[in-house]
């Protein structure tokens, strides 16, 4: 059944109060609560935000989209919703509340949660049988990863990138450049007012 229905969206909502499960604003609370350091964030992405960010992917030559800390799947609906039907969309994600409940809520063919770092991206990717991913966006706090882990992030994620693809990054604190311009020199930047708090949003442009 497709994510993006709302018959979908009504059915999974039932089976979810049904089993006792959170709406995504609770799941992302409690999230924040347990391990407020590796979250980051009180409430989740506005959708504002989440339609700027996105609004520079090429959908119809996408093959694969990677996310990094895709939480309770703020941005998941929107792209698949993008997304051509043959495409691959891997979510990584260190918490494993949050992967549970996106294996949960989102039932989908292209959609894969993975309970692991976004620094082993090019090992999860070549597990779903590809060398390289189209875009690569990340919700992570890249000032409050433990020390090493954003630098290897970036390089990583410079590695996993075709050459015309994406890394689409929006965070909090500008701080985040530091992890992104060492590696993928080329980017865009932009402000999103809309969003608690509001939000810099970043496009590095493997060359
Ligand atoms: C600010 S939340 C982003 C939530 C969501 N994308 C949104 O916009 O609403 C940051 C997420 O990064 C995850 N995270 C932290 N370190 C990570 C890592 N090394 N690899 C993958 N995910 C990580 C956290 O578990 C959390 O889900």
Not at 133 to 145: E, H, I, N, Q, R
Not at 167 to 196: G, T
Request: hydrophobic letters at 40%; one cysteine or more; glycine letters at 8%.
């Amino acid at each position: 059944m497709p994510v993006s229905t709302a018959a979908a969206r009504r059915e999974r909502r039932q089976l979810r109060q049904a089993a006792g499960i959170p709406s995504p604003f609770g799941m992302f609370l409690k999230g924040f609560l347990k391990h407020p350091v590796m979250v980051g964030a009180l409430v989740p992405s506005s959708q504002t935000l989440v339609n700027k960010m996105l609004s520079r992917c090429d959908w119809a030559n996408t093959k694969v989209f990677v996310e990094y800390g895709p939480g309770v799947g703020t941005y998941c609906r929107t792209i698949l919703d993008n997304l051509p039907a043959d495409a691959t969309y891997i979510a990584i994600d260190t918490n494993p509340d949050f992967i549970r409940y996106l294996r949960h809520e989102i039932v989908d063919p292209r959609f894969s949660a993975v309970l692991g770092s976004a620094a082993d991206v090019i090992q999860i990717v070549a597990d779903h049988g590809h060398e390289k991913a189209d875009y690569v966006l990340s919700g992570l706090p890249f000032s409050t990863l433990p020390a090493g882990v954003g630098d290897a992030i970036g390089q990583a994620t410079a590695d996993v990138l075709r050459s015309g693809g994406a890394f689409l990054v929006y965070q909090y604190s500008p701080k985040c450049r530091d992890f992104i311009e060492p590696y993928i020199p080329r980017i865009d930047h932009a402000m999103e007012w809309w969003n608690v708090p509001p939000a810099q949003l970043y496009w590095a442009w493997k060359e």
